[in-house]
């Protein structure tokens, strides 16, 4: 099995194919087979279908949860529950991220999208547009981050 370059944590690549049977995912997940029907029984998010044969095919997306899961469990050293939680806030982070995307580009720009990001004393000078599309995601992933906060805030002075 082929693996990305880098170091701790390299993610294994997955073949482009439609389903994936239990030891094809075992060797990219890189844990035995009965690890894997253990996860299923933990973690909702995966549910591979079954062939006629009764053999478990697992989706793309079934595999990059899995990944997921494995690097929660075995690199962050979560437990089970304790990656359950996370994969579940992913799962709303991702849906807000979409929500205010989905939001920003129907209604156009927002009040926060006047200010600029600003990197130095020479801003605007010699930097590329690349770079000033890195600067305007971080500085939209802050203030995504700051808004959840500020939600969690008002929930807790709300109880």
């Not at 549910?47 to 697992?58: D, F, I």
């Amino acid at each position: 099995m082929e693996r990305t370059r880098g170091g701790r944590g390299s993610v294994p690549s997955i073949p482009s194919k439609l389903y994936f049977r239990i030891g094809e995912v075992s060797d990219i997940v890189g844990v035995k087979p009965y690890v894997l029907r253990y996860w299923e029984s933990e973690f909702p998010d995966i549910k591979p279908s079954k062939s006629k044969s009764g053999q478990r095919l697992y989706k793309r997306r079934d595999v990059e949860m899995l990944l997921k899961i494995k690097g929660l469990l075995y690199d962050e050293r979560f437990t089970i529950n304790g990656a359950r939680k996370r994969l579940k806030d992913w799962a709303k982070s991702d849906s807000r991220e979409q929500a205010d995307s989905a939001i920003q580009e129907s209604s156009g720009p927002r009040q926060l999208d006047v200010f600029e990001v600003h990197g130095g004393p020479d801003d605007g000078e010699g930097q590329s547009e690349e770079t000033e599309r890195v600067s305007h995601r971080e500085s939209s992933k802050v203030l995504i981050k700051i808004r959840r906060d500020l939600e969690t805030l008002l929930e807790m002075v709300r109880q």
